[in-house]
């Protein structure tokens, strides 16, 4: 279901469960949006005994890894893209959401903030500049 490239299998050494499984379970947890219990369920049903704790941590650990992987792979954005921000609530807290959309409407980045100041917005446009940069030289 999930290829591994070569250059991902070393940071799967030293766990006991097959690197494609691990990432079967991280996806769903963050496509679905399912409990650590629905997820432990799930492997006990695939006959592996593996404890909600230990998804939580493989979550915490790989999802970084998945997003470098995704925007290595993302498609090039256009020169020629709009800055957003809006105010949204999540978990029953508002924040702030800063988003840079291209002139297709496909998301550049977003970055989420409990505040919305100058260092906020700058921190936003220095880490979006670094995306745009490293897209355009792709």
Not at 55 to 60: F, K
């Amino acid at each position: 279901m999930f290829s591994i490239t070569p250059r991902l299998l070393p940071y799967f050494k030293g766990f006991c469960s097959s690197p494609e499984l691990i990432l079967l379970f991280v996806y769903m947890k963050c496509r679905f949006s399912l409990s650590y219990r629905d997820l432990e369920e799930m492997m006990h049903i695939r006959g592996a005994k593996i404890d909600h704790s230990t998804l939580q941590r493989w979550v915490i650990k790989f999802v970084p890894l998945i997003d470098q992987e995704v925007r290595r792979r993302k498609r090039p954005v256009s020169s020629s893209w709009r800055m957003d921000e809006t105010y949204v609530k999540m978990n029953g807290k508002w924040i702030y959401l800063y988003r840079a959309v291209d002139r297709y409407g496909d998301t550049v980045d977003f970055f989420l903030s409990e505040s919305r100041d100058k260092s906020a917005a700058l921190y936003f446009f220095h880490r979006l500049s670094a995306v745009i940069i490293f897209l355009l030289k792709w």
